[in-house]
């Protein structure tokens, strides 16, 4: 039994309209605040179809927009923005597409190799320096870089 909606689908089309032009969102997000609203499987497939039909809604657009955004703002990397975008339930073509766009438009090498030499500095009171680069590639590995982007990278002592 499902609890009464407190919303006709007028009011959650306007709601989730308002909900998508304040950020990207995915049909994931839009789908839980959905639920929030008290939607049923049916209302929600007419207004999540609304909202791609007046494209407020895009999968591949918000894809682009939140790899190019983890990379820029918060430094990850491509494995983390991957397995981000997975949570999210986007289609791996559309992930695999965000991807190869945020290599394009961004400088991911340049900014991995400023990551890594700012903690490499950070790291300076680690004396042996088999153990600062081990520090160094685990933290980088936790940002979500492959050990092959960083593995040769050279640092300024």
Known sequence: MEAPSAYDITQMLQK??????????CSLEVVEKLNRLGANAE?????????????????ARFAAAYATGKLRIKHWGVNKIKQGLQLKRIAPELIKEALIQMYDQEN??????ELAQRKYKDLSKEKDPWIRKQKLYRFLASRGFNYDEFSDLKFEY
């Open 43 to 59: 209302q929600t497939e007419h207004i999540l179809a609304k909202l791609r039909a007046n494209n407020f809604l895009n999968d």
């Open 108 to 113: 991911y090498f340049g900014i991995l190799q």
């Open 16 to 25: 989730s309209e308002a909900f998508c032009a304040y950020q990207e969102r």
